[in-house]
């Protein structure tokens, strides 16, 4: 174990190398809509979701409430992804906290008009500022859902599916799956981008 950590930190950086050389790294940030149009051309559809990770329980108080999932019920790691109906992972967040993710980080300002962006409830309120934004009919108040709008519910459900799938491809690889007991700053998110960057070549080749 003691000879696995430091190999570990010297073969992923060779490892991330090699996957950029490859192109099948996800881009980590888009800050405009032609750089979209420019690395994916062809894609018209897009899911949005967050994937965890399991961490040791921080000691410090305010890291606690940080990395506290309340879906999750225990302290992980969150980076949010952009997915392609070909379950490849086109985009990858920094880590992010348990907070509203589009008030970190602009994921959908960066995508076309032109292309469809299915997103899960904790994005309400982003159809809102986006037109092609699809997220599934929340029950009102005291009413139920009409016939149509559950059955529009189904269906995003069916094709949003793809998007846990890709992230069951990724969790494949031990290192992004088990808790992360690393004390090194920021590799964590190193070896999500590899672990993505690795499911991506695998989509490709397989």
Not at 115 to 128: N, P
């Amino acid at each position: 174990m003691t000879e696995a950590k430091p190999w570990a930190h010297r073969l992923q950086f060779v490892l991330e190398a090699t996957l950029d050389e490859k192109q099948v790294l996800p881009k980590r940030k888009m800050s405009t809509i032609q750089e979209f149009k420019q690395y994916f051309p062809d894609v018209e559809k897009v899911m949005i979701d967050g994937v965890e990770r399991p961490i040791n329980r921080p000691q410090d108080k305010e890291k606690q409430k940080e990395n506290y999932s309340g879906k999750k019920k225990r302290h992980t790691r969150k980076n949010v992804a952009v997915v392609s109906p070909e379950k490849k992972i086109l985009q990858l967040t920094p880590k992010i906290h348990d907070k509203k993710i589009h008030d970190q980080f602009d994921i959908i300002g960066g995508i076309p008009d032109m292309v469809e962006v299915q997103v899960d409830s904790g994005f309400q309120g982003v159809q809102k500022i986006y037109e092609n934004v699809s997220l599934p009919h929340k029950k009102p108040r005291g009413g139920e859902l009409t016939a149509e709008q559950k059955e529009e519910n189904r269906q995003l459900s069916r094709e949003r599916v793809r998007c846990e799938n890709a992230f069951s491809g990724v969790k494949r690889y031990n290192a992004v799956s088990s808790t992360y007991r690393n004390r090194k700053a920021e590799f964590d998110d190193k070896l999500m981008v590899t672990g993505c960057g690795l499911w991506n070549f695998y989509l490709e080749v397989a």
